[in-house]
């Protein structure tokens, strides 16, 4: 079973700030990971797919880059509206899996 | 517009079952593999189930393996959980989600809204 590592779990940071968010695999998964944001009650939404694809309609602020085993999600000139928590997610193997999630927090 | 429609939550007690549905629409249904991802109270996302387009191929997660059923109707469009011998660590919300390029192992681009099922004496 493939383990996903996220860091940090919780960031407080200030509005126009640049975010990075770092999702490390137990074993090589080539492109196959995904990030999602998801806000309180509601349900995950897709913003980057195999790494580095952004999602339609995603803002462009909103990037990701990696392969292998080392992920990176970038947000540039956060907004508030981005206060949520980010997950990394693996397709490359059966059991699909979860990083344990990254919470966001707007200053 | 692509939608997903879960339903069939509550509250259930240990050892119980209950069956979830997922209303698909806007899209054809038979030709995505589908998935169940579940969330406890305060907790991360856990991958559960997943199947094949054609229901010929299913997956599970340890966790549930033996006692979840995935299975979905494709002239109905509606995805399907049985769980079995439910335990209080099984209490989450459940979504249903579809995958972006149709396979089992895929992005997931569209979810449900979530139903929630809570198992407690």
């Known amino acids: 079973e493939i383990v996903l590592t996220q860091s940090p779990d919780f960031q407080s940071v200030t509005p126009k700030e640049k975010v990075t968010i770092t999702c490390r695999a137990s074993?090589?998964?080539?492109?196959?990971l995904h990030w999602y944001q998801q806000k309180p009650d509601q349900s995950p939404k897709l913003l980057i797919k195999?790494?580095?694809q952004s999602f339609s309609g995603v803002p462009s602020r909103f990037s990701g880059s990696g392969s292998g085993t080392d992920f990176t999600l970038t947000i540039n000139s956060l907004e508030a509206e981005d206060a949520a928590t980010y997950y990394c997610?693996?397709?490359?193997?059966?059991?699909?899996?979860f990083g344990q999630g990254t919470k966001l927090e707007i200053k | 517009e692509v939608q997903l429609l879960e339903s069939g939550g509550g509250l259930v007690q240990p050892g119980g079952s209950l069956r979830l549905s997922c209303a698909a629409s806007?899209?054809?249904?038979?030709?995505?593999?589908m998935s169940w991802v579940r969330q406890a109270p305060g907790k991360g996302l856990e991958w559960v189930s997943a199947?094949?387009?054609?229901?010929?191929?299913?997956f599970y997660a340890d966790s549930v393996r033996g006692r979840f059923t995935i299975s979905r109707d494709n002239s109905k469009n509606t995805l399907s959980l049985q769980m079995n011998s439910l335990r209080a660590e099984d209490t989450a919300v459940y979504y249903c989600?579809?995958?972006?390029?149709?396979?089992?192992?895929?992005?997931?681009?569209?979810w449900g809204q979530g139903t929630m099922v809570t198992v407690s004496s």
């Open positions: 989600a579809k995958g972006y390029y149709g396979s089992g192992q895929d992005a997931f681009h569209i």
């Open positions: 199947i094949s387009g054609s229901g010929g191929s299913t």
């Open positions: 806007g899209f054809t249904f038979s030709n995505y593999a």
């Open positions: 074993q090589s998964i080539g492109s196959s």
């Open positions: 997610h693996q397709s490359s193997s059966l059991p699909q899996s």
């Open positions: 195999y790494a580095s």
